[in-house]
């Protein structure tokens, strides 16, 4: 099979892969907001734990609490172990043990179960073995499109994470009603499903080279397969291919090694904050837009999805613009700046109708998460395979761990931390 052959596949596969990932976590916002089903099982926890009813909310802060905190804490360890690991086993366990943690937390509708330290440990297990999905993907994907190209694939295939959102909403949201415990016994299928795909199809770096030099005379060099250039190079031998190769294996960089590389430390805080501004609006656009714009829950919520639209718009064009140019930083700051301004105008805008709302909205996910995804992809790429490594170290996962691990630790604040009514005076006031 040719070289871009195997790119188009490996592309298409980790966009899968990921995308089950994403679809897995979404069923817990989506049995949240059921009011009926959410209200029904806190309100049977909160029984048992011979406590006021009234805390049923405190009850989801606490299981959602503990997902985001396993999540964050566990994504500085997950790329260090994945680097020391081959990629396909290390993803392949991760997504089975995230099927097994899933369908867990469901079957506590099957067997009527009203432990809160029940869904606790379900929670706390699935952020961490979640952990190893991230990093693994965004090292495969880097290992096999060259800098030149890296941003507007990554733009592109960065946007699995709003599909795996949409079917992840879709599938919970068809049995919280009559069955909420298959909301997430079916995600947990679908992973685990998708992780038996990866053991069986997902191709490394290093197996494609050595199956490639296996059938063709002229086998490209490392270089030139992480770079996608041509091969110009003359015939060597097949056997000399592979004891160079390894003889010559990289070591895996250390967690103080990669927070040296340059830009490590600066993209990490940038995404502190970007992650910050993306995640508020992720879980509490909804209800702004409820209070602001006068609507009713339903058409608040679709609404709120042209946001992530806007996202995956300015995703691509953040990656188009720094390949280009050839500079990530430069074009993360100017549409961070151009966001602040813009999200204030949206805080204006939004209480004249949807017409405006729309357009607002389009242009706020854009700004907001074209950054966003451009740091946590092709600037984690290109950052873990720094020319100052200078070849001697294997970096891209746990780079990609530390850059979204200290979003993530801002990020999941806001959700865990923040009520509704602080969340919609801030979002009035402040943007």
Not at 156 to 175: E, K, P, Q, R
């Amino acid at each position: 099979m040719h070289a871009c052959r195997y790119r188009a596949f490996t592309f298409a596969l980790t966009f899968l892969l990921y995308t089950s990932f994403h679809l897995s976590r979404k069923p817990i916002t989506i049995f949240a907001n059921h009011s009926f089903t959410f209200i029904s099982v806190c309100v049977c926890l909160c029984v048992c734990l011979h406590t006021d009813k009234g805390n049923y909310k405190q009850l989801l802060g606490t299981m959602d609490y503990s997902f985001l905190c396993a999540y964050a804490v566990g994504m500085y360890l997950s790329g260090i172990i994945g680097e020391r690991l081959p990629i396909r086993l290390y993803l392949t366990v991760g997504m089975l043990t995230s099927g097994l943690f899933t369908c867990l937390f469901g079957l506590g509708y099957v067997y009527n179960i009203h432990s809160l330290g029940f869904y606790i440990f379900a929670q706390i297990a699935n952020g961490l073995v979640q952990t190893t999905g991230w990093p693994s993907v965004v090292t495969c994907i880097g290992n096999w499109f060259g800098k030149g190209r890296r941003g507007l694939i990554m733009g592109l295939w960065n946007s699995h994470t709003s599909v795996g959102n949409i079917l992840g909403s879709l599938i919970a949201g068809y049995y919280v009603s009559s069955n909420w415990g298959l909301s997430f016994i079916v995600p947990g299928i679908i992973i685990a499903v998708m992780g038996i795909i990866c053991f069986l199809f997902l191709i490394e770096r290093e197996c494609f080279q050595l199956a490639l030099s296996l059938t063709e005379c002229c086998p490209p060099s490392d270089t030139e397969l992480l770079l996608g250039q041509d091969s110009t190079g003359v015939c060597v031998p097949v056997q000399q291919i592979v004891v160079v190769k390894s003889g010559a294996e990289p070591s895996a960089i250390s967690f103080m090694g990669a927070l040296h590389i340059p830009g490590v430390v600066e993209f990490s805080l940038c995404l502190l904050f970007a992650k910050l501004v993306s995640y508020t609006f992720l879980f509490w656009l909804p209800l702004y837009i409820t209070k602001a714009a006068h609507l009713d829950a339903k058409k608040a919520g679709d609404l709120s999805t042209l946001f992530d639209v806007g996202g995956i718009i300015g995703g691509i064009l953040a990656g188009v613009v720094s390949d280009k140019l050839g500079k990530r930083a430069t074009t993360c700051a100017i549409m961070l700046l151009l966001a602040a301004p813009t999200l204030y105008g949206f805080s204006m805008m939004s209480q004249f109708g949807p017409g405006p709302t729309i357009g607002m909205l389009l242009v706020c996910g854009g700004l907001v998460n074209g950054p966003y995804a451009l740091i946590t992809t092709a600037v984690s790429a290109d950052l873990g395979t720094h020319k100052s490594l200078k070849g001697n170290a294997r970096a891209l996962s746990t780079v990609t761990a530390i850059i979204d691990g200290t979003g993530s630790v801002i990020g999941n604040w806001s959700n865990s931390f923040w009520t509704h009514d602080s969340i919609t005076r801030i979002l009035g006031g402040v943007l």
